[in-house]
Every structure is written in C-alpha cells, then in structure tokens.
C-alpha cells in the first residue's frame, strides 16, 4: 500500500464542506446538531475521524447499515420489484464523503467521456438529447439507426470487492484512504427492516455498498484490464515517477531499471503484444534509459497452420525485432531477449540463451558470473550445440508444434462445446496456457478447490497469477503436461464440476 499508510490528516475545512455536501437525514447524531455546535461540533467530528483514520478501525456501529426495502408497485412481494434504502450513520457518511473527494480526481481521467451515468453534471437527460440528436440526423441522411439497450442484471450488488481495490491500487490511492475503502467494505453488515421489525445483521461479501456516496464511483472504476497486455501509458507514468526519485543516484549511461515481461504467447495469459505495442515499448525503454527483459520462452511454440498451404507468418514478432541497430536512439540497445530449452527438450537440462546487442553481449561476457565459467553447463551446452547443428531440436521442435496444436484444440473444442454461457477466451496461437476468464460473480479460487475436491481437477486460479489479487474470476488451463485424451476427459469433467459448483 502506497508509502505504508500515507495519507494526510482529515482537516476541519474537509468536515465543513462535506457536511454541507450531504443531505440531512436521521440518525442518532444529526448532521443539523453538528452544525448547530459550530466549530465546536466540526472539531469533535474532525478529531474523531482522525482518530479512525489514523488507526484504520472503523467503530462497528459505523460499519452497519439497515436496509429499508420499498416496492417499485403497490402490493409488490417479490424482491426484484422493491428498491432498497440503506440507513448508516451520518458520522460514517461525512468519513466516506471526504474520501470521495479526496479520491475524485484520481477516479475521474479513468471514466470514458461517453458516460453519463454516476458523473458530475452529466446525467439520462444527457444521454437522450444525444440519441434524439443522432436519430435525427439520420432520418435527415435516410440511414438506419441500430440501437442496442444492454441491462447488466444486479450489476451494482455483482462487484467484487478485491477487484475495486486493485483498481483503486492501480490509481495509487493514499493508503489510509484505501485502507478506509478496504475496512468498510471488508467489515460492512447490515440488516433488513421491514415493518419495524429489523432481522440480525449480517457481514456483506459482494457488491459496492448500498446508499454509500462512494458507490459511484467506484463501480465507475470497475472496468476490467487491458487484454492486449501492459498499459503502455501507466508504466510509462510509473517508469517518470520511479525516475525522478532515483535521479540521485544515476548514472546517465547505465540502465537504472529492468522492465520485465512476456510478450508472446504469455505465462498466463496466452496473449501475444502486438506488434505496434512491441516497438512502443522499445520507444518508452530509450525514453527512460531502462532495459527490456524480454523472457521469450514460448516464441518458437507457435502451431503450424491448419491450412498446410498457408504461407501466412505465424512466429509472432518479437520485442526485440524493434531495438534495429540503425536507429539513432539505438544507444546500446534496450531489449534482452531470454530463451530457454527448457520448454522445448527438459526443464532438467538447465540450459538456456540470451540475444541481444554487441555492446550488451560484450558486457556481459565480463561480468564474472560468465568470466568464471563456474556457472554454465559446459557439458549440456556441448551436447546441445550439436543437436542443433545436426537439425535435431528443430525436428523436434516441429513435432511438439504439431503437438501442442492438436491439444490446445482440443482443449478448445471441448470447452466452446461444454461450457455454459458467461465465460471468455481466446484461442491461442501457441504456447502452453489457455486463459479463462468466468463471469464475473465467480471466485475462481473457491471453485479451484471445490474442482481438485470433488472432481480431482487442478487448474492456476487466476488470484495467484496476480501481484495485486486481481483476475479472481480468471484461470490459467495449461497443456503442457497431459495428452489428447486426457484433456479430453478432465475438460469434460472441468465443465461438469462448474455446472456442479453452480447448484450449491
Ligand atoms: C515465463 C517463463 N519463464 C521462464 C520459465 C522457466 O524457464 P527455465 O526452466 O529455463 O528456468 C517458465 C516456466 O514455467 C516460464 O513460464
């Protein structure tokens, strides 16, 4: 969390404007008698929120709230047709409004332009008078309009709360703030009333928080990643940022920091960067004087076509393709590119390489890991240089693609035919990992463990593939390590179990 708990302390002007910010309502201790005792008032207010803002425990009584249910139509008896309020604390609601505004204006560059909901000064009535606009003028045109209305069902109570805090993590919140954020929505419970009689009270796992000035905000913010891979804006800001706090200590011809990543055909996700991103990142690397260590360990897995004939390039580009020797900011080059046999012959055999410039080569070859000979496998290497000179790890090579190919389809094929609906992913071109993303009310971690329980199914839930404890509704399915026939089989069951996990 951002520099261990940082976060400035609640001022007095924050109470003032928040209170006046919020509408009055009732509660044991109302904003009215708060204003009523003048500076008085706000200073006990602003010590008692510094109090919880500073120790990061939130009063239980400020973390309940009771939800009123009131029916859209008379004599309504089912759930889905009440609208529900929720009655919490005014304390807790000048806590949440401050941080609201604190936090605004990290929130806001994140919400598209085209959204009108949950924003300032934006509203329906918005939304309509664009729609009217285009509708006319396309009558005017004589062209068609296609309209298409998408009602995401309970989507407000359907927001993961670890997936609000990566986001929130990401934008670089004060870490007091998001330890507010994470507290309340962590430690919420609330109750039903209904004709004055109010049930027990219960903890709140999902959803953003009923009636909570925040909400909006935050289910604005929950859009997930990017799928093409590293945002390429977010580490250059990271890369400026960490720049200036190391400036001190550079020197301007040595890299101050590595950047690492695989490009093609990703451990987890499968996804091959585009070649424009390739040399974006080569740009954002000269610009920041840092080195790409590119770990190119499944590059040459990529399958043979289906169509034999096919003459289309199907070995992704790689990073290092862009760091071209004859551009003027070539410098001594920006991209390290690590392969490994590992992969393609025995994980045992501990034997790998490296590409990259002259300059760079002749570096290392100095460093005395390399000078001492210790550390290499002189034997294997041996070994190798001649399979490779004999053609035979290409042989190989061309098999396992034909492999690996027939598995990945598989896996695939099984999947499209079994799976119900909600779920994601695409087809890899190569490489071992297929990446499932499931909808969005699953916790892939929970169902990780129900699947090897009951069904003997291991699969990498996607939490443990993230720094961040993102992906929670996300997996990595790999087919590295069983045949044809098996991923058949365990696929089937895969789908089965979830089908099974669904009815509890
Ligand atoms: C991205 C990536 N890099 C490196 C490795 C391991 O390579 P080696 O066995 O040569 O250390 C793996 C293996 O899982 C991997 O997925």
Redesign the pocket.
Known sequence: MKNNFAGPPIMKEEVETAIKKMKHGKDNISVELIEALEDFGIGKVTHLLNEIYDSGEIPTDLSKSIFIALPKKPGATECELHRTISLMSQITKILLKIIMLRIRNKIKPEIAEEQCGFVEDKGTSNAIYILRTLIERALEAQKDVYLCFIDYTKAFDRVRHNEIITQLKQLNIDGKDLRIIKTMYWEQTAAMRIENKTSTFQDIKRGVRQGCVLSPDLFSLYIPSSETGVDLDALDEKLSSLQTAHRSNQKRDRFWAVVYL?TVFS?PTGLIYAPDKCKQLVKLARKHNVLLVI?D??NLMWFPPSDPTSHCPIAPARVRAFDKSTDPDFGAGHVVSVG?F??YLS?GI?L?WLETSDKLIAKLTLSGLAASGGSFNHYMSKLITWALKFGLVDQHLAKLRIEYKRRMDKMCDVLENHLPKGFKFVRPQGGFYLWLEFPKNVDTFEFAQFSAERYGIIFIPGVLASPTDGCYNCARLSISGINEAKIETGIKEFCMAYKDYCMM
């Open positions: 695989v451990n770990d360990v499944y490994t590992s992969k994980p501990r790998g």
